[in-house]
């Protein structure tokens, strides 16, 4: 799906090195290379995209990713990020939706995450999707020891899902 020279798709291997980089730009414990490469090869409950955008070049570099895994009849959100320079433009909404939607075709009915306690963007985000906190994990991020909420959308709802992405349509216009 493109929509203002920005484009969500499955990750590819060859998208690696470049959703490293963005992991590294955006979180102070940033997955390996290596746990990419075996989400993509290795794991058959993963599911993995990214976003790309236009540049001025006319090449595609990609800006975000989000990595769920299908655990039962859930979604787990393992990792979620949007390079800086292209933050709040709607790129980590569309890859939240979408990771959702396809969650939800593949039989998943909830989805949860962890997020830290001083994120509140992000929480924002999910609250926009009708996450709510289900519980707390202390000292969950060995960095600096900062608590993890524990967010879950109790029921996926693609209706829901697929207004959430016709409204950033419309605020990307």
């Known amino acids: 799906m493109e929509e203002q020279g920005v484009r969500v798709r499955p990750m590819r291997m060859e998208d690696v090195e470049e959703v490293f980089r963005v992991d590294q730009l955006s979180f102070s414990l940033p997955w390996t290379e290596r746990s990419y490469r075996f989400e993509l090869t290795q794991n058959p409950n993963s599911m993995l995209w990214v976003a790309d955008a236009l540049g001025a070049d006319g090449a595609y570099r990609v800006v975000g990713m989000v990595v769920i895994w299908l655990i039962v009849d859930e979604i787990h959100i393992g990792t979620i990020a949007v390079h800086p320079d292209y933050r709040h433009q709607g ?3 569309r890859l939240l939706a979408e990771a959702l939607l396809a969650g939800s075709e593949r039989g998943a009915a909830q989805a ?5 306690r001083s994120n509140l963007n992000a929480q924002a985000l999910y609250r926009q999707f009708g996450f709510t906190t289900a519980g707390m994990r202390p000292r969950y991020y060995r960095d600096n020891g900062e608590d993890a ?11 829901e899902i697929l207004k959430m992405m016709e409204q950033n349509s419309h605020q990307a216009r």
């Open 91 to 93: 790129i980590g909404r």
């Open 149 to 159: 909420l524990i967010l879950t959308l109790e029921r996926l709802d693609r209706r």
């Open 112 to 116: 949860t995450l962890e997020v830290r």
